[in-house]
């Protein structure tokens, strides 16, 4: 069921479940994501494929579905030949589906829907939003993302997922981009040990966000499980806010053959030390699956 608690009252009164990556799921289910637009490609021509998706996390015990809107903007629509209006009814679109999987659930339990934003790397689709410094400056970010933001928080999606930011300057040009919206936010960056994917050290990283008050968790995504330990105890310690972690299953992106290299090293068991430490909405990303989800599920709801 949808909830009427909002996801920041949720966050006060105990640990939340994410759901796990979009683009390994509707993979396994058959679909070819080649396609620069990758999953937010779906919802222009297989939308029920992306409700099928999220209704299988939720089905796995998942509390929060991220939308199929990581990769869809209006600039990489276009390259498509879809135009603005259409594009905006597409980024709606991927919270309605989402919204669709929830009602679909039937489960006693409250769930949300998380609206994704990715980074401006996302969108060349050249592995970019692994490295941050586009070379553009923070006005120039704020004035790409407001617009799709502006048309997903319409959409009234429970809160913004601005995740997988590479670079503190980014995350600035978000914080700016979600002012006024009347939609909460979560941040997460991408990181390497304990710094943005652009070097920066994560205890100034994630600073801005303890003064945001649109902001109401701040943590990391699409990292390495083993990076995830250190950066939940800074992030606790320099916002003094609720943390979320959702990494990757351990595997490495080759941006060039655009393919999963390596072992998964991630684990259920990993996430009783996040929650520890402070996590209180934990999932995963690429590469982490429904029964992998079920797994955390398991493992919160048992602790």
């Not at 990993?270 to 929650?275: E, I």
């Amino acid at each position: 069921m949808t909830s009427t608690l909002s996801l920041a009252e949720a966050l006060a009164a105990g640990t939340v479940v994410l759901d796990g990556g979009m683009s390994n799921q509707l993979e396994s289910a058959g679909h070819d994501l080649s396609d620069e637009l990758w999953s937010a490609r779906l919802l222009a021509e297989q939308p029920e494929a992306v409700t099928e998706a999220h209704l299988a996390y939720f089905r796995a015990g998942a509390d929060v579905a991220i939308t199929a809107s990581y990769q869809a903007t209006f600039e990489g629509f276009a390259k498509r030949g879809i135009d603005h209006d259409r594009a905006a009814e597409l980024m709606a679109l991927s919270v309605e589906s989402a919204r669709e999987a929830a009602r679909r659930a039937r489960v006693s339990r409250p769930l949300w829907v998380a609206a994704s934003a990715g980074p401006y790397g996302a969108m060349l689709a050249d592995g970019s939003e692994y490295r941050g410094r586009y070379g553009l400056s923070v006005d120039e970010l704020e004035r790409f993302h407001r617009p799709r933001l502006e048309v997903l928080a319409a959409a009234r999606p429970d809160v913004l997922a601005l995740e997988t930011v590479p670079d503190a300057d980014e995350a600035t040009a978000l914080l700016r981009a979600v002012r006024g919206l009347g939609v909460p936010a979560w941040l997460t960056y991408s990181v390497a040990g304990d710094r943005t994917r652009a070097g920066q050290p994560l205890e100034e990283a994630f600073a801005p966000a303890a003064e945001a008050d649109e902001v109401i968790a701040v943590g990391v995504n699409c990292c390495a499980p083993q990076d995830v330990d250190a950066a939940v105890a800074t992030a606790a310690r320099v916002t003094g806010k609720p943390v979320v972690v959702y990494p990757n299953s351990g595997e490495t992106w080759d941006a060039e053959a655009r393919a999963w290299t390596g072992r998964s090293s991630f684990t259920a068991d990993q996430v009783k030390g996040w929650q520890q430490a402070g996590a209180r909405l934990i999932g995963g990303c690429c590469r982490v699956g429904p029964d992998a989800v079920s797994g955390i599920a398991e493992t919160l709801r048992a602790a």
